[in-house]
């Protein structure tokens, strides 16, 4: 697939990538989202169904879940008639370490919240995403305040191997600065700020950016916002990592990085064959000199991927 995709799209011709398999084939998954949708005076919690994305059937289990995650999913629909009044909703249960996290999604009132909460002792923390609002936190029983609501891969044994990976290849080329793009709450620029190395952490998730501020030492710099407008502020940098969500990296990203204070290095870090290809294809001046995939979600179709990127010499 993802070899495919840099042939046909971005028009490189390549080798197939080492895949590093994930730990965990099955139970792996530590988040789970649900559609939750009225049935009468009761709700349901499931699935879409793959020839009726209109139809949602109710979950019974799901075998590449953490069963922790299924259980949490399970407890709260107990709860479910203090969901706030919508005629539909979304909910994702995380399993962290201080126990499942929920979120809510949808509705524009929820006077039942407090409780709700009550009612799910097993609960580490509640957050609300109203319609057309940003996120609310209205219950939290941990006793550190980490952004559990804030995206995170669902594999997480395999994420951290995809980490020091990105790390370690971070560090071969003997950066002094780094940016660090797309960085949600800061894992990877905490263990290149450990090596010295002055980075710079841009991201829009205001949760996951304010734990990077707070575990980053005083040399690094924060920075919340797009990384398409965001970035030609802090380039020239040695090496850039960009690890963007699904639909890949603004066209603007690019271009920048082709510019004249664009890095000698880029890390991509992808989780779309398709849109890696594509931003591949908008870097000319960039040669592929590794790829390397790692099966972050087994029994689908998905990968992720981590192409180095030089410039060549003029």
Known sequence: MITDAMQRIGKRETNPP???????EWRYRAKLTLAIRRRGNSWIAGLHSYDDPSHVFPLADCPITDRRVVTAWREIMTAAHLLPDAPDLRGSVRWTVDGPVFVVIGGRRWTSHETFFAALPSLAALYWEPADNPRLQLGDRRPRNTPAASFAQVNPATADALRRYVAERALSYDPRVVVDAYSGSGDLSCILAEHDIRVTAIELDADASDWSRARLPASATVVRGRVEEMLPHHLPADLVVVNPPRAGVHE?????LQGPNGP???IYVSCDPATL?????????????????????????HVETVCELVRAAA
């Open 252 to 256: 603007a990203v690019p271009a920048v």
């Open 264 to 266: 000698r290095t880029i």
């Open 277 to 301: 290809a594509r931003d591949v294809a908008r870097l000319p001046d960039y040669q592929i000199t590794s790829m390397n995939a790692f099966d972050m979600f087994p029994q689908t179709s």
């Open 18 to 24: 080492m895949v590093y398999r994930s730990a965990e």
